[in-house]
């Protein structure tokens, strides 16, 4: 009940334009909260520095005039030769620092890097790293948030792939994706066939299109808001929703900023929305993820889950009178996913109340060049694929043998 008050807040605190950046300096206080970490505040290319590693940060520019940060990770310094570039996709309302987060031993990219692959690391449109367009003004311009799942993947994704390849001179790039980063693969791959062939392996972590068995509160919460919000935003109601350190103002002025004492409060709600297993994430890496999410997206995007909860894994849902003019019936139609043929390989746990191994699952059956490895470990939750302590036994070692060797070893079983 106090999530579903919450979302609404934060969703009427966006419908009111809640654009505003979060003044400096952070109101929660997480030390007492969490504890703290001298990692917590950094960003992405302070954390890669302060960890030891070598990175850089790249703009991209989109067809549509967004301008992404895209970060580059270079492999560790101990490196004779330069494997395969791997491209780490983040998950929505988050941000690239999810590939360095857990920290050296322990995060994708550091894993990577000690393993001698260049790791390159966009961001959508929208997050903290990719509030930039050529003339829309984001704390200005509503314009600048008209934005969704389908732009991030037909618009956001081919310009940092074609980035990537141009710059490596690399024929074909790796890809590992979280969640909505991997929905994009899949997505693009389907729209833009040449894609297919400009990928040669991509895993899915946490894979989510059907949301029908997520269990998740929060997109249930989605689900039920769905017809309202499309009618909202069709009619041009949009804007930021879940800003970097906005928190507090966003759900803090609409719900949470009566007092102080209720911060902490609304933090661990934030928290909750995004899932959270206890037993992966370790206490040195908790504050750090509190430091670092949520990293902001449209309410046009939030909604566009809540379709897809919905409506199932359907292009975008116009409302009843304009879906009859772009589809020719009152409901959108399913994603068209005969065009995929990158081979995919994707990682589900049955811990994971966001993409349920029953929806992936669906997903794998709607695809010929798809595997899907289900983790032996039960607790594994829809987070703890990035920042839970078992990445480097789970995830990594199976991604790079992978990628090195061209098969997949599934410790768990296969689907
Ligand atoms: C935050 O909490 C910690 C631990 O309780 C305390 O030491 C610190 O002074 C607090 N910071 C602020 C700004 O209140
Ligand atoms: C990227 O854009 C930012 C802000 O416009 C600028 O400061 C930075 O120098 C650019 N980086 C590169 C590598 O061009
Ligand atoms: C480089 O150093 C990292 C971190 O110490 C280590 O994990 C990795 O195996 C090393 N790589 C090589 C190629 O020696
Ligand atoms: C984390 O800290 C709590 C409280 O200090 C402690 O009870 C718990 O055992 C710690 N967990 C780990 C994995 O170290
Ligand atoms: C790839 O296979 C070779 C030979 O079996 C093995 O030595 C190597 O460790 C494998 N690479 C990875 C990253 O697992």
Request: hydrophobic share 40%; charged share 15%; proline share 6%.
């Amino acid at each position: 009940m106090m999530i579903l008050l919450w979302v609404l807040a934060c969703s009427l605190a966006a419908l009111q334009g809640c654009q505003a950046q979060a003044p400096a300096g952070n109101l929660v206080n997480y030390t007492a909260l969490f504890g703290t970490s001298p990692r917590k505040d950094l960003d992405f290319l302070q954390l890669c520095r302060y960890d030891g590693y070598d990175c850089e940060a790249h703009n991209v520019t989109t067809l549509d005039g967004y301008i992404l940060s895209v970060f580059r990770v270079l492999p560790n310094a101990n490196c004779t030769e330069h494997k395969q570039p791997i491209m780490f996709m983040h998950g929505v309302y988050l941000t690239g620092d999810d590939c360095l987060t857990p920290g050296p031993g322990a995060a994708h990219c550091y894993l990577y890097s000690d393993a001698c692959h260049e790791v390159w690391v966009p961001n959508v449109r929208g997050n903290r790293y990719s509030r930039r367009h050529v003339y829309l003004n984001p704390d200005r311009d509503d314009k600048f948030w008209d934005f969704a799942l389908e732009e991030h993947s037909y618009l956001d994704l081919p310009a940092s792939v074609d980035y990537v390849l141009a710059k490596t001179g690399q024929p074909k790039i790796a890809f590992v994706g979280h969640a909505q980063g991997a929905t994009m693969l899949v997505l693009l791959c389907a729209k833009y066939p040449a894609y297919n062939d400009k990928i040669s392996v991509g895993f899915g972590i946490s894979m989510t299109t059907w949301l029908n068995h997520a269990t998740f509160p929060v997109l249930t919460v989605q689900g039920v808001l769905a017809p309202l919000l499309t009618g909202a935003v069709n009619l041009g109601v949009n804007g930021e929703l879940f800003p970097h350190g906005g928190i507090t103002t966003t759900a803090a002025e609409a719900l949470c900023g009566l007092n102080t004492a209720s911060y902490p409060f609304c933090s661990v709600l934030l928290f909750a929305t995004l899932g959270y297993n206890r037993f992966q994430i370790t206490n040195e890496t908790l504050p750090v993820v509190v430091g670092h999410i949520p990293g902001g997206t449209s309410l046009k995007n939030f909604n566009r889950w809540g379709q897809i909860r919905k409506n199932g894994f359907t292009e975008y849902d116009y409302g009843f009178v304009r879906n009859w003019v772009k589809y020719g019936w009152y409901r959108p139609p399913q994603f068209d996913l005969s065009r995929v043929s990158v081979p995919l390989v994707f990682l589900g746990s049955e811990g994971d109340v966001v993409a349920a191994v029953p929806d992936v699952i669906r997903l794998r059956r709607a695809l010929t060049t798809a595997e899907l490895c289900v983790l032996a470990d039960k607790t594994f939750g829809h987070l703890d694929f990035v920042y839970g302590k078992d990445v480097p036994n789970y995830i990594t070692p199976k991604i790079l043998s992978s990628i090195e060797n061209g098969t997949y070893v599934c410790d768990g079983y296969f689907v």
